[in-house]
């Protein structure tokens, strides 16, 4: 299944996922639509920023 990336608006493909046979709640979880080379650039800017910035 193709998706679209909100940050980027490229495509990208993302696996079915199996249902987890231990997941009680009837409520249909919604994920992130963001492709993996997004996702590395903001873990590397979240990583960044908690930081302590060097002194001079």
Known sequence: MD????LCGRLFEVEEAA???Y???D???KSA???L???AKLRHE???SQK???PM
Do not use: N, Y
């Open 33 to 35: 639509s963001i492709c």
């Open 52 to 54: 302590s910035p060097k």
């Open 46 to 48: 979240a990583d960044e």
């Open 3 to 6: 998706k679209r990336c909100m």
């Open 23 to 25: 997941d009680d709640e």
């Open 27 to 29: 409520i249909p979880k």
């Open 37 to 39: 080379l997004c996702q």
């Open 19 to 21: 249902p987890d046979p």
